[in-house]
């Protein structure tokens, strides 16, 4: 569930969303996931970059939400990007991305990591678990046997101007 676009496999640039973003789902609907102002998720290699979100984002019963990207997947890059509104969530709730994972999707044909650079937020966020000004959850590599080495997992040149509120990983 997005603002601009619910699942994005490509690249989204210079969009901005105005309209609120939400989701019904009740409290027996828990395991609903990716919910973002701009991408509900942005899959193997996907760029979102020069984006605004300015509408509210609500799935309080929802994992995986993000002002910008509920999911980001590997060797996907959110760059330049704004968001200005209230995000709200379960688990895993960010002001830009809501859960960042560097293996999800990825095959021996994509790229590893992620990367969050020169992003803002200055909408409150609040969840109950994982909840971050610019980031709910940046994951590292899945398992121990996997290397680090050559990996890029960046969050850089971010900013946080708002309030946030959750009840554990805060």
Do not use: W
């Amino acid at each position: 569930l997005g603002g601009i676009v619910g699942q994005l496999d490509g690249t989204v640039s210079g969009c901005e969303n105005n309209g609120t973003v939400t989701s019904n789902a009740s409290t027996e609907e828990s395991l609903n996931y990716d919910i973002g102002g701009i991408a509900g998720n942005a899959t193997v290699e996907a760029e979102v970059s020069d984006c605004i979100n300015n509408g509210a984002v609500t799935a309080e019963h929802c994992n995986r939400v993000g002002g910008i990207v509920g999911y980001l997947y590997a060797g996907s890059d959110v760059t330049n990007c704004k968001n200005t509104a209230s995000v709200t969530g379960n688990e895993g709730i960010g002001g830009v991305v809501g859960y960042a994972a560097p293996d999800a999707g990825a095959t021996a044909n994509f790229d590893y990591g992620y990367s969050i650079i020169s992003c803002a937020n200055s909408g409150s966020v609040s969840g109950e678990k994982n909840v971050g000004g610019v980031v709910g959850i940046a994951r590292g590599v899945a398992s121990q046997n996997e290397s680090m080495e050559g990996l890029a997992l960046e969050v850089s040149s971010c900013t946080n101007e708002a309030a946030v509120s959750g009840t554990t990983n805060v």
